[in-house]
């Protein structure tokens, strides 16, 4: 093992990249191939009346649509499994997918989708957070009863807490408010998202897939197509580019419900601009803080509001309001903290992870607020932080107990990249005691 | 309205079916089986289709097929011979110029494309010159030194690094 540490090895996979002999997913073009695009939805939030297919089918090439009553098993999926596979009686964002035309082409494909009569229901949509939370506001999907996230039991606010904040608010010498916001991201991999999907000569369903977490999503397919696990060869393993986007399925499960359908094997792939359009995102946050902070520069309390714009569907967004809020008081003692955290639905395109998932979301802006209270209390912003970094023992409000604390040192070595000269009684603190 | 379409394809000649419509990123992938060239984003974009026309970087998923008769073609899997790999193909390896390796076959093409026309380029000609073509992983800097390290001579087929 040993001769290994310290040394750059060669990429074992290398040697096929560099020849242009690695096999991404849509490298694979299979004999009697048909390929499937997607009907989308043309407003962000509809009511579907009705389907007329008859002009799309009748089109020459054109082998046959595939629509959610097609669908063998769960209609729903994603990590919260509240995403309809194909949508049959509301859409909640532009572009979600309706039904699929299959045919021997994309072209095709497309022809037919032209000659779909699509009955829809235009509604006016909600977009911004804020607009979603009013008590007057339309709900984003009719199956909502509120457009805030329910964590359960109609819990809609995540708390997560240390002390009491008003306590430390008291003990305060003066308090420092701050409201922050991060944007929408695009992962944009250089492989967009694609699948292909045909059965073996065991019958057994395969599906050449680029996620990023097999495992999450096989039982999800499992259930969709309402087949065992076993009869489904999940094949990954070559990924053109992830970033996260590819933790959430966007490909699998319609080329896979089209391969079911009419036996043959189906391609199903977003071009760039479905890909760029209707592809999950990074999704907004905004965070406000309020930090309480005495003269010497000790903070005293943090009290943290998050919002995070989830799209229409839950997807990895209940979740990152959690992560969010982990992180989002920084690495920083800080005896009374509270972070109320809540995940509000929108029309648009469902927000998931995205490298560090959400982490940095909470920690940047929390980063703008320690500068700001520098600057209002006149004191070096190295200062602030060395003062109140973690040491060893301290708790965040998760109530994570910190051990092998090292923000300290991290700063130190930040400040020699950048020929900072620190003041000595900084550089004699350490992260093992306060 | 179907037309023979005949070029050479990695010093090979080739005959294929094709429409007037289809690009030669389609012919290549679709009707050949030559997927080196990848699809990013079917724009003239990203860079990943970059083959090389009559030993000029194109992309091939804005250039119509049919243009391409009686020329020839190269692309990355023409670019090692007899069994030897590029010294780029070398350099791009060994340096480690490539995370998921989407970006590279077209990366290789316009790199080769370069030193063929400017065998000692500075740095910020390769940045310029390599601009085209995008690598999401951002594997920039390695892409740069595996160029820089072949255009030093440290990869020549004759002597050098093996």
């Known amino acids: 093992m040993t001769e290994y540490v310290g040394k750059a090895m060669p990429r074992y996979d290398g040697i096929g990249q560099v020849k242009g002999q690695t096999k991404f997913v849509d490298d694979f073009v299979l004999p009697g191939m048909l390929y499937a695009k997607a009907l989308r939805s043309p407003v962000h939030r509809g009511l579907i009346r009705g389907i007329d297919f008859t002009a799309a089918k009748n089109t020459p090439g054109v082998v046959g649509v595939v629509t959610a009553d097609d669908i063998p098993g769960a209609k729903r999926f994603g990590a919260c499994g509240d995403q309809p596979v194909l949508a049959d009686e509301f859409t909640a964002y532009l572009g979600e997918e309706i039904a699929l035309v299959v045919a021997v082409d994309e072209d095709t494909c497309m022809e037919g989708i032209e000659k779909i009569k699509l009955d829809i229901e235009e509604q006016q949509p909600v977009f911004d957070m804020f607009e979603a939370m009013k008590p007057d506001a339309p709900l984003v999907r009719p199956d909502l009863k509120s457009n805030l996230w329910d964590y359960g039991s109609g819990m809609t606010t995540r708390v997560m807490y240390i002390g009491d904040v008003e306590q430390g608010f008291a003990e305060a010498d003066l308090i420092v408010e701050g409201r922050y916001q991060t944007g929408e991201q695009d992962h944009s991999a250089m492989e967009p998202m694609v699948s292909v999907a045909y059965f073996d000569e065991a019958e057994r369903l395969v599906i050449h897939t680029h996620s990023q977490c097999l495992y999450f999503q096989l039982g999800q397919l499992a259930a969709i197509f309402n087949l065992p696990m076993s009869r489904i060869r999940y094949v990954g393993g070559v990924v053109g580019g992830g970033f996260g986007g590819k933790n959430h399925i966007h490909a699998d499960h319609l080329a896979g419900l089209a391969a079911i359908k009419f036996k043959r094997p189906v391609k199903y792939r977003y071009s760039r601009r479905e890909d760029l359009l209707y592809s999950t995102k990074r999704g907004v946050f905004i965070l406000e803080y309020k930090t309480g902070i005495k003269k010497d520069g000790r903070l005293t309390a943090n009290h943290i509001k998050l919002w995070h714009d989830s799209g229409a569907y839950g997807g990895f967004s209940p979740y990152g309001v959690e992560k969010c809020s982990m992180f989002a008081s920084g690495p920083y003692h800080i005896p009374n903290t509270r972070i109320d955290g809540q995940c509000v639905l929108t029309n648009k395109a469902g927000s998931s992870s995205m490298r560090g998932f959400t982490i940095m979301n909470g920690q940047f802006p929390m980063e703008m607020q320690m500068s700001k209270i520098a600057d209002t209390i006149g004191m070096d912003p190295w200062e602030l932080r060395f003062i109140n970094a973690w040491r060893d023992g301290d708790i965040g409000a998760s109530r994570y107990v910190v051990r092998g604390a090292g923000a300290l040192e991290a700063m130190r070595g930040a400040a020699e990249v950048h020929g900072i000269e620190l003041p000595e009684h900084l550089l004699a603190m350490s992260s093992r005691g306060r | ?162």
């Open chain 2, 1 to 162: 309205m179907k037309q023979i379409l005949s070029f050479i394809l990695n010093g090979s000649p080739v005959d294929v079916i094709v429409t007037p419509t289809e690009t030669l990123l389609d012919v290549l992938r679709e009707k050949l089986g030559v997927t080196g060239p990848k699809r990013g984003c079917d724009d003239g974009d990203c860079g990943t289709c970059t083959v090389l026309l009559d030993g000029e970087p194109v992309r091939s998923c804005l250039t119509i097929a049919l243009t391409v008769a009686g020329r020839e073609v190269l692309t990355v899997e023409g670019l090692s011979t007899d069994g030897d790999l590029h010294p780029l193909q070398k350099a791009f390896h060994e340096h480690g110029a490539f995370q998921c390796g989407f970006c590279t076959p077209g990366m290789l093409m316009s790199a080769k494309a370069l030193l063929d026309h400017n065998p000692t380029p500075s740095r910020t000609e390769i940045r310029e010159y390599m601009s085209g073509n995008l690598c999401r992983c951002g594997s920039y800097e390695e892409i740069i030194e595996a160029i820089q390290v072949v255009a030093a001579g440290e990869y020549a087929p004759s002597g050098g690094k093996e």
